[in-house]
């Protein structure tokens, strides 16, 4: 091994940094001297290099596929899994309605149950958010070949909206069950206590003449009585929710009656206590 002396090393020392940076000059002189020769030896370092690529590329992209395929098994089987746990639910709530249905028949026959007679309705466009001589009610486009008449119920897509109060050839209007005009009697599935919803001009109607010792509970379930031949017993109506400011049970509404659109207008075949000839006069707006 040759060994340089000390002062030797020192001075090639000093002198590799300059001598890159000349050869970096060299470089980008050659390069503008000569494009076409570092244009030549770039393709053919390229082509050079371009087999290897091909031969690593192929690898890896089995490998990529491989974890893809790997994860993709992994969350099958996961979701097999997540689909078996919800099967066995399914098999579980069907027994269980095969069995209600069962019983519900045989209790049917026991006591001669009668079946209702269906419904008919017609889904109409609301035009207009316009109470009139009422606070909460909407316009209906009808049509001169629609019929409709006062007292039928009117349900938007998830519960019970009001009720048709006024009747022209091609119009119709129904007053919302937030009106203070509105008067329904409803049920509490919970309990099975009957009360009345009284319109109070707000979004939420409120609960009385509930019987006395079982007051209405926070999130009970309140669905239409058939009280007075005015509405078919049963139908959805909201949830009771006890107000903090005011200290009564309100109903959350099922529908949603700030933004209707549509409302399908039902015929039960109720007498009600809107007949045709009846003058309504409406308490004041609020």
């Known amino acids: 091994m040759i060994r340089l002396s000390i002062p030797l090393r020192q001075a090639l020392a000093r002198l590799t940094l300059p001598v890159l940076i ?3 000059f060299g470089l980008m002189l050659l390069g503008k001297a000569d494009a076409v020769l570092v244009n030549r030896a770039r393709i053919s370092l390229s082509d050079a290099l371009a087999p290897f690529y091909a031969a690593i590329a192929q690898p890896v992209s ?3 596929d491989t974890a893809g395929d790997l994860r993709n098994l992994w969350w099958l089987r996961s979701e097999n899994a997540q689909l078996r746990e919800e099967n066995e639910k399914l098999r579980h709530w069907e027994a269980t309605a095969l069995s209600l249905d069962a019983e519900n028949t045989l209790l049917r026959r026991q006591l001669s149950y009668v079946s209702t007679s269906t419904s008919s309705f017609h889904t109409v466009r609301v035009v207009a ?3 009139g001589i009422y606070a909460r009610a909407v316009l209906l ?10 007292g039928q119920v009117a349900l938007d897509g998830r519960g019970l909206a009001g009720r048709v109060t006024e009747v022209g050839e091609r119009s119709a209007r129904v007053l919302l069950v937030t009106d203070i005009n509105s008067r329904i009697p409803v049920v509490l599935e919970g309990s099975r206590s009957r009360a009345m919803m009284v319109g109070s001009n707000n979004d939420r109607p409120r609960l009385q003449h509930w ?13 239409t009585g058939a009280e007075a031949a005015s509405f078919p017993a049963g139908l959805p109506v909201g949830v009771v929710h006890w107000s903090e400011d005011t200290g009564v049970p309100e109903v959350e509404l099922y529908a949603h009656l700030d933004r209707l659109d549509m409302l399908r207008i039902f015929d039960f075949g109720l007498a009600g206590i809107l ?12």
């Open 129 to 131: 958010d316009a109470g």
């Open 275 to 286: 007949p045709p000839e009846a003058v309504t006069r409406p308490e004041g707006r609020r």
């Open 141 to 150: 486009a009808t049509g001169p070949n629609l019929q409709l008449r006062k």
């Open 211 to 223: 019987p006395e010792g079982m007051p209405p509970k926070e999130g009970e379930r309140v669905v």
């Open 22 to 24: 000349a050869a970096a």
């Open 62 to 64: 089995f490998v990529r």
